[in-house]
């Protein structure tokens, strides 16, 4: 399951430190990180290490094999 970054961010950036391929940025509105689904593995590392529980699983991926 893929991660999504909910507003709860306090953009620590840890999450984007710890994410192996590099899936996680800073949003451009700048108040927050955020995934790039394109990126993500899914390996769900970012998700335990947000100390503010922010990250969730990602539900809404139907569409990733089209
Ligand atoms: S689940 Fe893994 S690959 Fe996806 S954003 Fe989090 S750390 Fe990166
Ligand atoms: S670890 Fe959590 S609080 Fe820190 S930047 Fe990532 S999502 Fe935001």
């Known amino acids: 399951m893929k991660a999504k970054i909910t507003n709860t961010c306090i953009c620590c950036g840890t999450c984007a430190g710890i994410?192996?391929?590099g899936?996680?940025?800073m949003s451009t509105s700048g108040d927050?990180?955020?995934?790039?689904?394109?990126?993500c593995?899914?390996?769900g590392s970012?998700?335990?290490v947000c100390p503010v529980e922010a990250?969730?699983?990602?539900?809404?991926?139907?569409k990733e094999n089209q």
């Open 55 to 62: 990250i969730v699983e990602n539900h809404s991926d139907e």
């Open 32 to 39: 927050r990180y955020e995934v790039d689904p394109k990126k």
């Open 41 to 43: 593995i899914a390996c």
């Open 46 to 48: 970012c998700i335990n």
């Open 23 to 25: 899936a996680i940025s």
């Open 19 to 21: 994410c192996p391929v």
